[in-house]
């Protein structure tokens, strides 16, 4: 048998006999699933063997175009992924099952760190993708991604060659999925608001954006994506995501920037308040300016390559983080283990060439530093003054996202470790942001200022709807105004019990500063003769020390 291409799909060519698949080995073993798996215990039923790299941008294209066939076919088809490993930290079976969990792989997945089942069926380029069919033979191998059709023909048609000769078998195999952990799930890419008071954090792997303050209280979240990475805040605090499943830039109220684009990873506003784009899954920079709704090529043929020059004749490994610094557009090639810079969109040069493992992520202090999220490494860099060094940060766990606040400090998407962290890139000191979901739905308030030192007014209520207080306790009625950050108020949190469903409670303004005031009412009440119920009513307001 053979079979040919490098890049889109292709077939294996011509008419040979039957070929019986090799079996499956991988001395990392299996994950989501309680036994090894043989292709005899699948016999009956077309199996769908996807060799690939969670490194691979095609191979994760993939993944999302096995969901739909998976679902379809959901007794007679049986994936089974095969990784390899691409990168030495692609090795460690912990990382292979962190990424079977980031990017939500509902078949079992063979780890093969020597590639012997690859070996064995001559693989050489990921993605590839072999059909068995249920008597266990090689039918078809493709290589690329962009297969959903091809295979959606080939697994019906197998399907019903096989039922017809009484061949088939039905029958799902049953895989366990790691639950994700709330209120964050492998967190992609990081954003600061212009004002230094806001994060925007990508939660990839629940396919949602949410938006807190450095304190870690989440403001918003924004559903409806597919895998968004990319996010960032425009010149007035508006949110824009790649949304890179769909292919596409979007504002989180919905409005599309701009679609028909390959895993777009990472964005970031130029000066003239265009939009520059890393295309990863194309392996090009993209430029979208205002008004004009389609992405345009601002550097990159498109070729797989490292190669330098001018930007149209440029080659990219799938660039995977963009900044702004002087002089231009720096961003990471991730295969290529690279850092650029894009020249006033005329040139790309490799600043840095070679030592980095698939960097993901980059920020710039707007001037000549660069920050680098060295993601296979663990590890974050600096490059300054031509030269490359580790900042002296520990704990991290394949940094995915990376940017700057405007005091010099950094705010990192700790991925693996299912947080995001603030770090301090001299000392070296990393302080987790705790995110708390509380006031997620809070009604929101009118704004209120006041002088430090002053005291003001703070109005409060408990809606009562159909309910009365309850009668038998002398204060059913409580009240606690907070604020974020706490120094906000002179004194700490005000509270307040007592029978009445509104009032106003008497508060002092902190030190100098802007956040968030809080105001937490609840009440035990009664419907009719029903039981005792508390009604937690919570408000939140703009709150500004000046």
């Not at 048998?1 to 090799?22: E, Q």
């Not at 080939?154 to 088939?168: N, P, Y």
Request: include cysteine.
């Amino acid at each position: 048998m053979t079979w040919s291409g490098s890049g889109g799909c292709s077939k294996n060519a011509g008419v040979a006999p039957p070929v019986r698949a090799p079996d499956l080995v991988g001395r990392g073993g299996w994950i989501g699933v309680d036994e090894p798996l043989s292709l005899a215990d699948l016999r009956g039923r077309v199996v769908v063997l996807h060799f690939l790299r969670f490194s691979s941008v095609g191979c994760l294209a993939v993944i999302e175009e096995l969901r739909p066939l998976e679902r379809l076919f959901a007794e007679e088809l049986v994936v089974v992924g095969v990784h390899s490993p691409g990168y030495l930290r692609e090795t460690d079976h912990d990382a292979v099952e962190s990424a079977v969990a980031r990017h939500r792989v509902a078949h079992p997945v063979l780890d093969d760190p020597e590639l012997a089942t690859a070996g064995a069926y001559g693989v050489s380029s990921w993605p590839t993708l072999v059909v068995v069919d249920p008597e266990g033979h090689i039918v078809e191998t493709l290589v690329g991604d962009g297969v959903e059709r091809v295979l959606e023909r080939t697994v019906s048609t197998l399907l019903d060659e096989h039922e017809a000769k009484g061949s088939l078998r039905p029958e799902p195999v049953v895989v366990h999925r790691e639950m994700l952990p709330v209120p964050l799930a492998y967190p992609s890419k990081v954003a600061v608001s212009p004002d230094g008071r806001r994060v925007a954090i990508s939660d990839t792997s629940c396919d949602q954006v949410l938006v807190c303050t450095l304190e870690g209280l989440v403001l918003e979240a924004h559903t409806g994506f597919s895998h968004p990475r990319g996010v960032r805040f425009d010149g007035a605090g508006d949110l824009v995501v790649c949304d890179t499943a769909a292919g596409r830039v979007v504002r989180a109220s919905g409005e599309v920037l701009a679609d028909a684009m390959s895993s777009p990873w990472d964005l970031v506003a130029d000066k003239d308040g265009s939009w520059i784009v890393a295309e990863a899954g194309r392996h090009r920079i993209l430029r979208i300016r205002p008004g004009e709704f389609r992405a345009r090529v601002a550097a990159g043929t498109g070729a797989f390559g490292s190669a330098d020059g001018p930007a149209a004749k440029a080659e990219m490994a799938q660039p995977s983080g963009v900044a702004r610094m002087e002089g231009g557009i720096v961003f990471v090639d991730a295969e290529a283990g690279a850092l650029r810079l894009l020249a006033d969109d005329q040139h790309v040069t490799s600043l840095v060439a070679e030592g980095l493992e698939h960097p993901l992520a980059v920020a710039g202090d707007g001037a000549a530093l660069v920050y680098v999220a060295d993601t296979f490494n663990s590890v974050l860099q600096v490059w300054e003054d031509g030269r490359l060094r580790t900042l002296p940060v520990e704990g991290l766990d394949e940094p995915h996202g990376l940017d700057a606040l405007p005091d010099g400090r950094l705010v990192v998407a700790d991925t693996n470790n299912h947080r995001v962290v603030v770090v301090d890139p001299v000392t070296g000191l990393v302080k987790a942001v705790e995110l708390d979901d509380t006031w997620l739905h809070a009604t929101e308030g009118s704004p209120v200022s006041a002088s430090p030192g002053a005291s003001f007014e703070v109005p409060w209520r408990i809606e009562l709807v159909g309910e009365e207080l309850e009668g038998a306790r002398r204060t059913p009625v409580s009240v606690t105004v907070a604020s974020s950050p706490p120094s906000l108020l002179g004194g700490g949190p005000v509270a307040w019990a007592g029978r009445e469903p509104h009032g106003v409670l008497s508060a002092r303004a902190g030190a100098l500063g802007s956040g968030l005031l809080l105001v937490e009412v609840s009440a035990d009440v009664r419907q009719g003769s029903r039981r005792r119920l508390r009604r937690i009513n919570r408000f939140r307001s703009r709150f500004e020390v000046r």
